[in-house]
């Protein structure tokens, strides 16, 4: 418990410079709130993968809605006391908030081993609901997001054991088979956990059909983390830069935009600097398996390429996704491969 604290007091400290680092003052005009009403649904699966590797981060499943008030905004009070200290001014651009519901899957690879597996990463499994607020305009984007959620529940397990039981049905194959270790996931019986997000992103190159952007973000909580990265992209383009789709389930800050007629090809990169994840170590409730902190990777890469059609008011992205594994186990993987798909619709 001592190390967690010093940890979680250490990032917090990371999290204060990154984010003042990066505040700038700024003549602002009116408010410009964003209308109307807005559903995005995401998915993650390696099924979409071309290697279909059933392994790490199996699968994410993602519903967003975006309106300008709601039941569900639970954590409006908690974003406002943040806002001002990492510079969010609502007068700056044009606001967007969304609340999102999400699940988050995580295996080890011999998924057909009902004893506990100590030398590949542990089961794990999150449902979160998260609130968002992003201001945007032109060349920048400044997100907060808080989100609160329930390790170790059993709906992974129920979801999993239904999706490969369809497939097998599907293909009349005998794999994949069930998976027999969700007893040992982290939080088994579950917990309650909560993260803090922080995140910017900023044109800095465009032309007629092209556009560059770069990013950071910061973490504080059950994922304690700070990344920078870089996207791009190039196409038929009729929309924000801040728009691209990259990892919505995730870590993502796109707001999908309505827009006319655009396709383009786009890609994504991030390299972050990691500190605590329960996901791997666990959290306040004692875990059968968990990885200790010095078999963590400090420093992971992640990636994504996809491609967006867009019509008035319809987005859908497919996109291919990567990162380097999570732990140096001798059984865990050096990098992981999964597919996306991606559909928002927007009315304003």
């Not at 807005?38 to 499943?61: C, E, H, K, W």
């Not at 910017?200 to 092209?210: M, V």
């Not at 902190?293 to 008035?312: A, F, H």
Request: aromatic content about 14%; some cysteine.
């Amino acid at each position: 418990m001592q190390y967690l604290q010093r940890m979680m007091f250490a990032a917090f400290g990371l999290f204060w410079l990154i984010t003042a680092g990066f505040v700038h003052a700024k003549d602002c005009e009116s408010p410009v709130n964003s209308s109307g009403f807005g559903i995005g649904v995401y998915f993650d699966q390696d099924l979409l993968a071309p290697s279909n590797d059933d392994r790490d981060y199996t699968m994410g499943i993602g519903v967003e809605i975006f309106q300008d008030e709601g039941p569900l905004y639970l954590m409006r009070d908690l974003l406002t006391m943040v806002e001002p200290v990492v510079g969010f001014d609502e007068r700056c651009g044009r606001v967007y908030q969304s609340f999102m519901f999400g699940s988050l899957n995580y295996t080890p690879d011999d998924i057909g081993d009902p004893e506990p597996i100590y030398d590949d990463r542990p089961y794990a499994s999150l449902l979160y609901l998260s609130n968002k607020r992003v201001i945007a305009d032109d060349e920048r984007a400044l997100g907060v997001e808080f989100m609160v959620g329930a390790l170790g529940t059993n709906v992974a397990r129920e979801v999993q054991q239904g999706l490969h039981g369809w497939w097998r049905d599907t293909t009349d194959d005998d794999e994949p088979v069930d998976p027999e270790g969700w007893d040992h996931q982290i939080s088994d019986g579950g917990e309650p956990t909560v993260r803090l997000r922080v995140t910017d992103s900023r044109r800095f190159a465009r032309g007629s059909n092209w556009d560059l952007a770069h990013s950071w973000d910061a973490n504080l909580g059950f994922q304690t983390n700070a990344s920078i990265g870089l996207s791009g992209r190039i196409g038929k383009l009729n929309s924000p830069f801040w728009s691209v789709p990259y990892d919505p389930i995730n870590r993502g800050n796109f707001v999908p935009a309505v827009t006319g007629n655009e396709w383009y090809f786009w890609a994504a990169g991030r390299l972050r600097a990691v500190a605590y994840d329960a996901l791997l170590q666990g959290q306040f409730r004692d875990s059968e398996v968990t990885v200790d902190y010095d078999d963590i990777r400090k420093l992971v890469w992640e990636g994504g390429v996809g491609v967006t059609k867009g019509w008035p008011g319809f987005q859908l992205t497919f996109s291919i996704n990567a990162k380097a594994g999570d732990t140096l186990l001798d059984k865990a993987p050096d990098e992981h491969l999964w597919g996306g798909l991606y559909l928002s619709r927007r009315y304003d």
